[in-house]
């Protein structure tokens, strides 16, 4: 019969250890149930498919030179740029520049 070999252990060096190893965490029943509940009173709500959020909604011609996902920083400005360019090469549909008041 072939002799055994013993199992290799590896070490785990301290920098790898879980130092929170012992540590309890509170249980979070308290806020599962919270969502549960809104979603069920979303879920029972019959004007729930009315609500839009103002986030959501599609960006329509000239307030790409208002919203400050396009003006923050010269990248944004410069993505607009190009996404203007391409439609007026591809005649594709672009955000027209706001007017001036």
Not at 38 to 50: F, G, V
Request: proline residues 7%; glycine residues 2%; hydrophobic residues 35%.
């Amino acid at each position: 019969m072939p002799a055994r070999r013993a199992k290799a252990t590896i070490a785990v060096p301290p920098s790898q250890q879980s130092s929170l190893a012992g540590v309890t965490t509170p249980s979070s029943a308290p806020a599962l149930d919270t969502r549960l509940t809104a979603k069920k009173r979303i879920r029972k709500d019959p004007n729930r498919h009315l609500y839009t959020d103002r986030a959501l909604a599609d960006v329509t011609d000239g307030e790409t030179e208002l919203l400050e996902l396009f003006t923050h920083s010269n990248d944004a400005r410069h993505a607009v740029e190009h996404a203007r360019k391409v439609a007026q090469l591809t005649g594709a549909h672009a955000p027209e520049r706001a007017k001036a008041v």
